[in-house]
């Protein structure tokens, strides 16, 4: 049965229940239950770190300095999820047909409140992975024209890229931005960029902090760099500007609609401590017409293909969303990791993690054993701290280090380097302590 005439065969019966259903989704925050049974808002207060690893179930065995690699859920994103699950399993049917005509442009406007944007341009996925293999597989691109990215991304990206390529007979060419990430300059990276742009380029493609050494890139210098050269150029012949800013998402306070970038995708379930199995992407108006979809999207666009409505109605970010089938508890529950966010402050949470970065930073530094990768200065770094300690391979440090205590990791690139990620669930002493372990390994 199609959803339009299952909606009308519904009728004015399931109406109240449905709006009942969608009063009951407006909780947020850690919860307590009420008269009617259902979770009730506490929100946490601004910059209260230690509420905030109290909303974690977390074990407190071990220092985590690895949480960025995949979220704990805080117990509003939990509860939210757990919430949805239950009504989805108790009646999936129904509870399904009364959410999803509206609930991913709910979601986009959470996204948008605190990414910035308009939530029109927001697709939702399920990682940073999907994001970049959504957009990169849809790009425009003639046999003549280059795709130009860096030696510091992702397998992720360099994969999706090459994939891309193959299929359309684009050119990829890859550079380097710096060979020393101790250091990196914006100057450097931004004369590097601009000597490195090429008639045929359409495409640039870099990561905001990369994952392989705690370098934040200046991606609105990088964008200037990139404004001024489309400014001679046609309009088919503009570079589009792609960031995967997974790692600075969640930490630096930043409006993405203003970084200077064209498209931003990142996945949710990382510093934003959203549901597993959640990203999303934002793009302007402009380079959405510039990437095709790949998947079918459930989405109003659904509706032009039934024949009822016109593409031009439909968000450019709803036709971009892939559908089929999710683990929609997980989706649906995203909200709550954005509100959480909002609560403690954006500003706080970039000032919080950049502290806790900088001691790190600074302990290792003062180790003869130790030689530190990620720069010192905020403006190129964010939560990702990269070293190495002499006579150990990264993974023996690692493996050392969780013996004492210390659940760290060591970077997943062919040069590997031991790595912390001291995020908003850690404290002062606790950075204390895994220095020390650190420091005795010397």
Known sequence: MLRRQFLNRLGLGLGASFLATKQALAFASASSKDSSGFPSSEPISPADWKALRDLFPLTRDYIQLATFLLASHPKPVADAINYHRKALDENPADYWHSQYLTIDGDIAK?????????????ALTDSTTMGLGLVYSGLLLKPDEEILHTTHDHYSTDMSLAHRAKRTGAKVRQIDLYENAWEVSVDDVCTR???SIQPQTRVFACTWVHSSTGVKLPVSAMADVIKDINKSRGEDEQILFCVDGVHGFGIEDQDVSKLGCDFFIAGTHKWIFGPRGTGVIW????AWQRSEVVIPSFSASYDVWLGNLSQDKVPVGEHMTPGGFHSFEHRWALPEAFKLHQQLGKANVQQRIHQ??????????????VKLHTPMATEISSGLVCFEVDGMHPEEVVKTLHGKG???????YRKTYARFAPSL????QEIDKALAEVSSLG
């Open 193 to 195: 960029l601009k000597s």
């Open 406 to 412: 210390v659940i760290m990791s060591n970077t997943p």
């Open 425 to 428: 669930i850690n404290n002062e």
């Open 283 to 286: 793009g302007t108006e402009q």
């Open 356 to 369: 806790l970065n900088t001691q790190t930073k600074e302990g290792l530094a003062k180790m003869s054993h």
């Open 110 to 122: 959470s996204a948008a409140d605190y990414m910035g944007g308009d939530p029109k341009c927001i």
